[in-house]
């Protein structure tokens, strides 16, 4: 599997009992000089239908807690701004 650098957008479509859903998958990789870039994905069109998935790399898990810790609150700033945008 490849690394993602930057943002990276996947979407599709799935259907249950005769009712369709779509779907946009973004992944933001490239570590915490891009988390910036959380506004792009977590914006006021797009909050009140979101999922954030926190994946962690372990193979340095020294790291992991401070990791978590970051992306929380990265997550929970951009969160709050497109609330307060609504």
Do not use: H
Not at 24 to 43: C, D, H, K, P, V
């Amino acid at each position: 599997m490849d690394s993602t650098t930057a943002l990276d957008f996947k979407y599709g479509k799935k259907t249950k009992d005769d009712k369709q859903t779509k779907f946009n998958i973004y992944e933001l990789g490239g570590g915490r000089t891009l988390s910036n870039m959380l506004s792009a994905i977590l914006n006021e069109r797009s909050i009140q239908n979101s999922t954030v998935c926190i994946v962690v790399d372990l193979s340095k898990p020294a790291n992991s807690v401070d990791s978590v810790l970051f992306w929380l609150n990265a997550v929970r700033e951009s969160s709050q701004i497109a609330l307060q945008n609504l």
